[in-house]
């Protein structure tokens, strides 16, 4: 993470099979997903963060198991239920609907801070959207460069 603004380079995606089990696809799940976007700063602190406690290895994840392989989806859902059930008074009283607190919940959330701050095209842009009206219904990322003025959104709306 060297660039500035921070970027970070959508280019794979990890996948799991009954005979390859969970792995890194070196590509995303098509082709027209890759893409580069600028990320806030208080997100590029945490992937430094991470970067420090992973492998010199660049083939090394960001958030590997105990092996250091990829950590499964099934696995990171687990892990953000069991953080929900954890803080689930602390959300709760944050307003949180506690419900809908989901894998999906960070993707719907920028978007939601970026149209209110900038509208629907540059939101739709972040997600990858071919349409902003994909942006409205439903997550599928087909953009390749995200405007770098959304890290600078996230950080006045969120904080740097």
Not at 18 to 34: E, V
Not at 96 to 112: G, K, L, N, P, S
């Amino acid at each position: 993470m060297t660039t500035l603004p921070p970027t970070l380079i959508v280019n794979g995606t990890i996948v799991s099979t009954k005979a390859g089990g969970t792995h890194r696809k070196n590509s995303p799940k098509r082709s027209r997903r890759r893409r580069s976007t600028a990320l806030p700063s208080m997100a590029a602190a945490a992937v430094r963060r991470r970067l420090v406690l992973a492998e010199a290895d660049p083939e090394a994840f960001l958030f590997p198991t105990k092996p250091g392989r990829s950590l499964s989806v099934s696995n990171y859902e687990r892990l953000l239920r069991a953080f929900v059930e954890d803080e689930r008074a602390n959300l709760v009283d944050l307003g949180v609907d506690v419900d809908e607190y989901t894998t999906h919940i960070y993707r719907r959330t920028a978007a939601t801070l970026i149209e209110r701050a900038a509208g629907i095209t540059l939101a739709s842009r972040l997600l990858g959207h071919a349409n902003e009206q994909t942006t409205r219904n439903s997550y599928v990322v087909t953009a390749y460069m995200v405007d770098p003025v959304t890290a600078e959104i996230l950080d006045e709306v969120l904080g740097g």
